[in-house]
């Protein structure tokens, strides 16, 4: 069964509000710049180094000891 197959049978599985979901999402993905290029961007394939493994456990520290600051908290400060 070829992809176009597949996702036919999937279409008309689904509810009529899966179905709207599903044709926004598609959609999106066809006319969005951002989304394409996020869809197209090459993967990832440098290294997780000590330095970032240090850097994901001091705000994870910082998360679970409260020293954080909301996303209303920075638009206030911010705008």
């Given at each position: 069964?070829?992809?176009?197959?597949?996702?036919?049978?999937?279409?008309?599985?689904?509810?009529?509000g899966?179905?709207?979901?599903?044709l926004?999402?598609a959609?999106?993905?066809?006319?969005?710049p951002?989304?394409?290029?996020?869809?197209?961007?090459?993967?990832?394939?440098?290294p997780?180094?000590?330095?970032?493994?240090?850097?994901?456990?001091?705000?994870?520290?910082?998360?679970?000891?409260?020293r954080?600051?909301?996303?209303?908290?920075?638009?206030?400060?911010?705008?």
């Amino acid at each position: 069964m070829t992809t176009k197959e597949r996702l036919h049978k999937l279409v008309d599985e689904l509810t009529d509000g899966e179905a709207d979901s599903t044709l926004e999402f598609a959609v999106a993905q066809r006319e969005d710049p951002l989304l394409r290029a996020v869809a197209n961007a090459p993967k990832d394939d440098e290294p997780f180094t000590d330095e970032d493994e240090a850097a994901v456990a001091e705000g994870r520290a910082d998360f679970a000891a409260g020293r954080t600051v909301s996303h209303e908290e920075m638009l206030r400060r911010y705008g």
